[in-house]
Each structure stands twice: as structure tokens, then as C-alpha cells.
């Protein structure tokens, strides 16, 4: 049905299936690169079509739906787009933790306020109990990669949470946040953990 469509229509519906959970059309047409009435009218013919639903938000009749429109992306277009929503969700002001699901499957490109957002989202995630996203959101701040002051504190949190799961890994992370350490309070908890 979606091959029957516009380019305009496809454009407005892998950015849904970017974003995945009710998105508005304002995000959706700034991430697909559409005025605000081409994107109106893309979203009419998605609807018509039964591939999203009728809500105010963006959303897919079902979750296949938008998976199988996911999958079908060029992995590159994927990436780029994920750093696209990123950008467009942080200058919206959400929360670390919705920006860093995008970050961490956008490019990495040394930009800061990525790694910010992935440290944020990281503590986050520990508070809520999670230190498997935490682990996942620091592993993927240090590969943007960090400023080189920021790389100790960020492997004194990855060990850390690391070690709260039994990884093994936890020790080579927080050996070398002890080694890079320039700050003793950073170098004294990579000792102590």
C-alpha cells in the first residue's frame, strides 16, 4: 500500500516509524524534511491507506505496521534519521532519556551535548533502577567519542554500572578510568568500586 503512495507520503512514514511512539506532525514533517502542508497531506493519504491510525498523533494502525516500514529503510537512512529526531527532540527541550533512544542509534560524530544527553539519560536510567540502559547509553557516550577530560568520569560510570550487573568488563573500565583520571576524587572511586 505505502508503494502506491507519494514520495511524500513514504518520506512522513519512516519518519513515524523513526520516532515510533505518537509523534506530531510538526516533528514528523521537520524530521522528513516536509512544509507543514505536504506533510498534512501526506498524514490524509497515510490514513486513507490504513497505514496510520486517525489520532492527533502520528501513529500506526499497528505496531508491524511501522516495524516492517523501519525495516524496509536503507540502515544508513535509519542512523540519520535517528540523529535527526535527536537534534529536533532536544531543541523541543524532551527528556535526556527520549533523546539518548535516538543517540544511540545515530552516527557518532564527537559532538558534546550528545554525550551529555547520554550521561543524563544514563542516571536516569540508575535511578530507575536500570543498569542495563545505563550501560548501554555510557558504552555509546564514550564512542561519540567524549571531550578527553570527560573520558575518565565517563568510564568511572560505565565501570560502575557495569559492576552492578557481574559484568566483567566492569574491571578493565574502571582500571582505565583509574589510569586516565586526572581528578583523585574520579581515580578514588574507580579504586574503591
Do not use: N
Amino acid at each position: 500500500r505505502l508503494g502506491r503512495l507519494s514520495e511524500d507520503a513514504l518520506r512522513l512514514a519512516r519518519a513515524a516509524s523513526v520516532v515510533q511512539t505518537g509523534a506530531d506532525l510538526s516533528l514528523l514533517a521537520a524530521l522528513a524534511g516536509l512544509k507543514p502542508d505536504d506533510a498534512a497531506a501526506a498524514a490524509r493519504a497515510l490514513v486513507s491507506a490504513e497505514i496510520l491510525s486517525d489520532d492527533a498523533e502520528a501513529a500506526f494502525v499497528h505496531p508491524l505496521v511501522g516495524a516492517a516500514v523501519y525495516e524496509d529503510m536503507p540502515a544508513l537512512d535509519r542512523s540519520l534519521s535517528h540523529e535527526r529526531a535527536a537534534r529536533y527532540l532536544r531543541e523541543r527541550g524532551s527528556s535526556a532519556g527520549t533523546v539518548a533512544v535516538h543517540l544511540a542509534r545515530a552516527p557518532a560524530r564527537g559532538q558534546e551535548w550528545a554525550c551529555d544527553d547520554l550521561e543524563e539519560a544514563a542516571r536516569e536510567s540508575l535511578r530507575a533502577g536500570s543498569p542495563a540502559s545505563a550501560v548501554s547509553y555510557l558504552a555509546r557516550a564514550l564512542s561519540e567519542p567524549p571531550p578527553p577530560e570527560r573520558r575518565a568520569r565517563l568510564l568511572l560510570e560505565l565501570g560502575s554500572a557495569e559492576a552492578m550487573l557481574d559484568t566483567p568488563s566492569a574491571v578493565e573500565h574502571l582500571t582505565e578510568a583509574f589510569e586516565r583520571g586526572t581528578d583523585t576524587a574520579v581515580r578514588g572511586a574507580a579504586a574503591v568500586t
